[in-house]
């Protein structure tokens, strides 16, 4: 239950990008804005997991390629003053989801 509790709640914070926090790397923001655009697009809608890229079934890690790019996304599970990891990461007022969006040559 825990692991699928994990899963939807990054699925709804990757999907609308609401109830968190979601990170640009430098490498991200540089992009023209029509492609950064598309990137936010493709990290949303991303729906290729596997075991490869999604080992514990958390759905908080994916990549892409788009325009001859490699691109990253990742979800960390923070306590609410972003100082440690979550208590619990099940439980929405006790976890604060950071989604990072990078090139993969920033990992």
Do not use: Q
Not at 7 to 23: C, I, K, Q
Not at 69 to 93: A, E
């Amino acid at each position: 239950m825990t692991t699928l509790r994990i899963r939807e709640l990054n699925d709804a914070f990757r999907t609308s990008f609401e109830g968190g926090r979601v990170m640009l790397t430098a490498g991200i923001n540089a992009l023209p804005s029509d492609l950064k655009a598309t990137v936010l697009r493709k990290v949303a809608t991303f729906t290729e997991f596997s075991p490869d890229n999604d080992p514990h079934g958390e759905h908080d890690f994916g990549s892409f390629e788009l325009a001859g790019r490699r691109f990253f996304w990742k979800i960390d599970l923070y306590n609410r003053t972003l100082d440690g990891g979550s208590p619990d990461p099940t439980d929405p007022k006790l976890t604060t989801r950071v989604l990072t969006i990078m090139l993969s040559e920033e990992y």
